[in-house]
Structures are given as C-alpha cells and as structure tokens.
T-cell receptor, first 108, second 112 residues
Framework: GQSLEQPSEVTAVEGAIVQINCTYQ??????LSWYQQHDGGAPTFLSYNALDGLEETGRFSSFLSRSDSYGYLLLQELQMKDSASYFC?????????FGTGTKLQVIP | DSGVTQTPKHLITATGQRVTLRCSPRSGDLSVYWYQQSLDQGLQFLIHYYNGEERAKGNILERFSAQQFPDLHSELNLSSLELGDSALYFC???????????FGPGTRLLVL
C-alpha cells in the first residue's frame, strides 16, 4: 500500500519562504506530485518530480530524494493568495494516492 | 479553468436516494478519475476509467458505481445514500499518465 505524511498546518509570514515536507511509504514508486487547493475549490496541479533533485517553477520549487522517501514543496516570496491546502501525491499504477494535506496560512 | 466540467455543482438529497454525478474531461483526455473529499479530509481515490474501460478501483463502496461513455464523459452513480456520503466529489482527467491530473470544480453533495 501507499501512505504519505505531511504536517497538518503551517503558518508563515507574507514575503517569507516556507517549506512543506512529505514523507512516503510505497510499494512501488514512480514520482511525487504536488497540488494546491483553495478552500472550496478544486485541486490544481503544481509540479511532478520523477527524478531526485529540485524542480523550479516560478516562486514554487519541489524537491525529491528517493533514497530518503522524502520530498518537499518550497514556496518563496509568499503572498496572501498562497493561503491554501497543499497535497503531495504518489502516482501508482493507474491511480494516485494523496496525502492528507498541509493547510498553509500566510499572515501579514 | 481546468477545462474539466462537472454537473451539478450542488446536490441536496435524502438518505436512501440515488444520484448521478456527471463529468466531462478536457478535450483530448482519455482518462477520468473520481475522488471523494469529506470535510477537512484528503482526496480519496474512487475509480479510474481510460477510454471507456475501468482501469483501477480504490475504496469505492459497492453502493457506488461509475462508467465512461464513448464520448468520454463519465458518470458516478451513488445509491442508497447515507449521511456519511455527504462530501465533495471531484473528477479529474489526464491524457493518460496519472501523475498530472486536471480537476473539475466538484459536486458538493449533501445527504439529509
């Protein structure tokens, strides 16, 4: 089976940097995805890491270490609109397992 | 706008009833996935269809069923509804790979 662990809540200041961690246990591993979901909204795809290392997309970066079964999402220059839930997800064979999500609150 | 559409947006019904949720994937996407999200919970994978064929099942109750039609739209049928079935139901689509999915706006189901 698959299981993913993320912190339930994180608070950070506007303009700062925040890191959201995800550790996983899987029976087969293809890569790690990240999604953002605002309250009442639909999840939105952010990034996918198939290989170890850092992938950067604008203010957001995602990192993967297969040997440590660990990844993180890094958000820089935080804006109030970044307040949302962030889910890591492990694609498996024909399906995806999502973590329970990290609620990020950005404060002024 | 992801390009995935879901109807209806909201649904209020009574216990014991049956409802059908509809999803149209993005143009060109062959895969449709259904998820259930209860209050403050993560996304629970229900079922995946690819080009009309069932590809994977998650923790989907026997009271729930789904299908994907030749025009690639999909329907999720929920029957003998219980209070605990109240949740947000999302569908997502992809071209084929599971790692990048595009979600619809969801259907909020309330069972009274």
């Amino acid at each position: 089976g698959q299981s993913l662990e993320q912190p339930s809540e994180v608070t950070a200041v506007e303009g700062a940097i925040v890191q959201i961690n995800c550790t996983y246990q899987t029976s087969g591993f293809y890569g790690l995805s990240w999604y953002q979901q605002h309250d009442g909204g639909a999840p939105t795809f952010l990034s996918y890491n198939a290989l170890d290392g850092l992938e950067e997309t604008g203010r957001f970066s995602s990192f993967l270490s297969r040997s440590d079964s660990y990844g993180y999402l890094l958000l820089q220059e935080l804006q109030m609109k970044d307040s949302a839930s962030y889910f890591c997800a492990v694609p498996g064979y024909q399906k995806v397992t999502f973590g329970t999500g990290t609620k990020l609150q950005v404060i002024p | 706008d992801s390009g995935v559409t879901q109807t209806p947006k909201h649904l209020i019904t009574a216990t014991g009833q049956r409802v059908t949720l509809r999803c149209s994937p993005r143009s060109g996407d062959l895969s449709v996935y259904w998820y259930q999200q209860s209050l403050d919970q993560g996304l629970q994978f229900l079922i995946h269809y690819y080009n009309g064929e069932e590809r994977a099942k998650g923790n989907i109750l026997e009271r729930f069923s789904a299908q994907q039609f030749p025009d690639l739209h999909s329907e999720l049928n929920l029957s003998s509804l219980e209070l605990g079935d109240s949740a947000l139901y999302f569908c997502a689509s992809s071209q084929g790979g599971v790692e990048t999915q595009y979600f619809g706006p969801g259907t909020r189901l309330l069972v009274l």
